[in-house]
T-cell receptor
């Protein structure tokens, strides 16, 4: 079955630690995205990538970093510089040729900073 | 003021009711409108897509766009307990979809 796999589903981190969230897709999509979801706020774009070895900052990139070394993989690192990292993180991918712009999401990773 | 406004709910209805979910927006450049459904602790999935103004129907779901009022709606007929989820509107000004703007989501509860 094609889809997006995010891991881990739940993650606890102490303040001052960096953590990396994994996102893998086997849909052969070119574009991949990271969103953050907080209660009372819409999904906010952190980073996106349209092709391998290239990525752009979204609206809330500060304190985050990404890499896109392979088409299938788009890991997100939450660094200690991110002031309020506790949130639900969603990875998505998109077939750029599709006119609807449909995003396919993973099941999310919930990060809690202790 | 947010670009897209959506009542967070929760909206509680009995099974079989007609549900109306709405979003208003301020950016007149938006042309592509979507509704995503998100079950608890899951990622959103696309439910409906509409380009520009008008209606679109798919089974029990109807999406409506009124660009003159900057208002979009999702109607659910004969609602079922399995429709209980959070419904997010999303919109974009261009086909690049890089600047997709999401509403906060409305939580819907359908009781048997």
């Amino acid at each position: 079955d094609g889809g997006i796999t995010q891991s881990p589903k739940y993650l606890f981190r102490k303040e001052g630690q960096n953590v990396t969230l994994s996102c893998e897709q086997n849909l052969n999509h070119d574009a991949m995205y990271w969103y953050r979801q907080d209660p009372g706020q819409g999904l906010r774009l952190i980073y996106y990538s349209q092709i391998v070895n290239d990525f752009q900052k979204g609206d809330i990139a500060e304190g985050y970093s990404v890499s896109r070394e392979k088409k299938e993989s788009f890991p997100l690192t939450v660094t200690s510089a991110q002031k309020n990292p506790t949130a639900f993180y969603l990875c998505a991918s998109r077939e750029v040729k599709l006119s609807t712009g449909e995003l396919f999401f993973g099941e999310g990773s919930r990060l809690t900073v202790l | 003021q947010k670009e897209v406004e959506q009542d967070p709910g929760p909206l509680s209805v009995p099974e079989g009711a007609i549900v109306s979910l709405n979003c208003t927006y301020s950016n007149s450049a938006f042309q592509y409108f979507m509704w995503y459904r998100q079950y608890s602790r899951k990622g959103p999935e696309l439910l409906m897509y509409t380009y520009s103004s008008g209606n679109k129907e798919d089974g029990r779901f109807t999406a409506q766009v009124d660009k003159s009022s900057k208002y979009i709606s999702l109607f659910i007929r004969d609602s079922q307990p399995s429709d209980s989820a959070t419904y997010l509107c999303a919109m974009s000004a261009d086909t690049g979809f890089q600047k997709l703007v999401f509403g906060t989501g409305t939580r819907l509860l359908v009781s048997p």
